[in-house]
């Protein structure tokens, strides 16, 4: 059933796949005041030409942790690997809809008490997604073609981020809408005017030298776009 939507909460998600990997749980622990989520890019060199980190890498850095793991498979065979990342601490699962069967790995994210994310690649159209706006907790539109750190952003995919937040506030959908790639203090401000809340920034957090402070200004950034659409006529 569809529930009434609420206000989306404006969110930072830091990727760990632009940190230093040899030094991660303090990369971490430098992030750590300044966000409640932490994004965990998963890549298998079969989706996406990269690979990264598993189930392992996970319960270790959940022992120096207790932020919220939002959990991004870039993996051809998910429903494989969904209960072995939720034993090792991750709190939500994030599929691509390319690599099809979505209502079976939405149903097995669900037994599993995963919070549930579907994504799409930048050239996925909309209509991939609709079907399942309200079965899912979150919608990840990428911005970038997925595999690699520190690429530019796609502003064509933000007329698909708008399409899923219009269809979803029509329908009833609490959804947060997530973006990933490219994403800085400048092109946040288009991402929440199209409707996104959740934003995932790798290099722009962990390639500066004051990673909170970086985080503070996307989501100052954010916060103003959002004041300053509330504020135009519709």
Known sequence: ??????????????SILSADFGRLSEAIDQVSSGTDW????????????????????VASLRKHSDL???????????????????????DGCTVHVEVGETEALVGQMRDLGLRVGLAANPDTPFEALE??????????CMTVFPGFGGQSFMAEVMPKVAQVRH???AAGFSLDIEV???????????????????????????????????????????????????????
Not at 38 to 57: E, K, Q, R, T
Not at 180 to 207: K, L, P, Q, Y
Not at 221 to 233: D, F, I, L, M, T
Request: proline fraction near 10%; aromatic fraction near 6%; charge should be negative.
């Open 1 to 14: 059933m569809p529930v009434s939507p609420s206000a989306p909460v404006m969110r930072v998600a830091p």
């Open 38 to 57: 932490l994004h965990v890019d998963v890549m298998d060199g079969h989706f996406v030409p990269n690979l990264s980190i598993g189930p392992p890498v």
């Open 68 to 90: 919220f793991f939002d959990t991004h498979l870039m993996i051809t065979d998910p429903a494989r690997y969904l209960e072995p990342f939720r034993d090792a601490g991750a």
């Open 131 to 140: 079907p399942y706006l309200g079965l899912v907790d979150l919608v990840l």
């Open 167 to 169: 269809a979803a506030a």
């Open 180 to 234: 990933d790639g490219g994403i800085d203090e400048c092109t946040v401000v288009s991402a929440v005017r199209s409707g996104a809340n959740v934003f995932v920034a790798g290099s722009a957090v962990f390639g500066r030298e004051d990673p909170v402070s970086a985080m503070g200004s996307i989501l100052a950034a954010a916060v103003g776009a959002e004041a300053a659409s509330e504020g135009q006529p519709s």
